[in-house]
């Protein structure tokens, strides 16, 4: 298992120290090298850890600086990862019209590529980015289209991603129990995966399990979220889907 495997699958256990070893590790080798896909590769896993830490700053830089490494290259694939980021941070400073516009070209360049289950990723992530800018309905659209792209092509691995919207749009709605239900949901799904939420990811979880708690008081929704826990994944996304029809 090369670099790139090892490091991926470290960030979404949430090892962030051997993560940011790794990845200096290979930045220097890369360099050395003058292996431009290994430097971006491990430069963009730095700015996710930099986004994982709250510090949206410098995972600009360094998202920025792959971008910039991918475009001398020479070779589109590579500035996929960097320009992913730099929506996201995008996103979560609140500057919702560029991430907009920057979901959209990655979404672009993802379709170019040939690269089907990252456009689904991409317009999950513009999904959220909508929805902040208060397009409700069509935040849903998007989300809808998202979970027919999961069931459709298969994407296992991107169930408790669809959850998550699938709980958020639960607490944009005021359906305060299903919320706290869909919630354990998304905990279970990633936890069978071994997995923990993307920075992202994890902010929207923790704005609808604030709201939730305080609509419904924390002993209902204990109760509510225990409901939940013995869910499975895929079916309650099924259930979704069905409801949303």
Do not use: C
């Not at 589109?76 to 979560?92: C, N, Q, S």
């Not at 672009?108 to 456009?119: I, R, S």
């Not at 317009?123 to 069509?138: D, I, K, Q």
């Not at 990811?201 to 924390?218: K, N």
Request: proline share 3%; no cysteine.
């Amino acid at each position: 298992m090369g670099y790139s495997e090892r490091a991926r699958a470290a960030f979404r256990r949430g090892e962030t120290a051997t993560v940011a070893q790794m990845s200096r590790d290979e930045v220097a080798w890369a360099r050395a090298a003058g292996d431009a896909p290994a430097e971006v590769e491990a430069l963009y896993m730095l700015a996710r850890l930099a986004v994982r830490a709250d510090d949206l700053a410098e995972a600009d830089r360094l998202a920025a600086e792959a971008l910039a490494v991918a475009i001398r290259a020479g070779e589109r694939h590579l500035e996929e990862r960097p320009r992913h980021v730099l929506a996201a941070v995008a996103r979560m400073t609140g500057d919702l019209a560029r991430a907009r516009d920057l979901y959209l070209d990655s979404i672009a360049l993802n379709v170019a590529l040939a690269q089907p289950k990252t456009v689904n990723s991409e317009y999950h992530n513009l999904g959220f980015t909508e929805l902040r800018l208060g397009n409700v309905e069509r935040a849903r659209e998007i989300f809808a289209g998202v979970r027919d792209g999961v069931f459709a092509a298969g994407y296992d691995d991107f169930v408790p991603y669809a959850l998550v919207a699938s709980a958020v749009m639960a607490a944009v709605d005021g359906d305060w129990n299903r919320a706290a239900r869909l919630l354990a949901v998304v905990d279970k799904a990633f936890g069978a995966l071994g997995q923990v939420p993307d920075p992202d990811d994890a902010a929207e979880l923790r704005w609808a399990r604030d709201l939730t708690t305080r609509m419904i008081g924390e002993t209902v929704f204990e109760e509510q979220y225990g409901r939940g826990g013995v869910l499975d994944p895929r079916a309650a996304l099924a259930t979704d889907a069905r409801a949303a029809e």
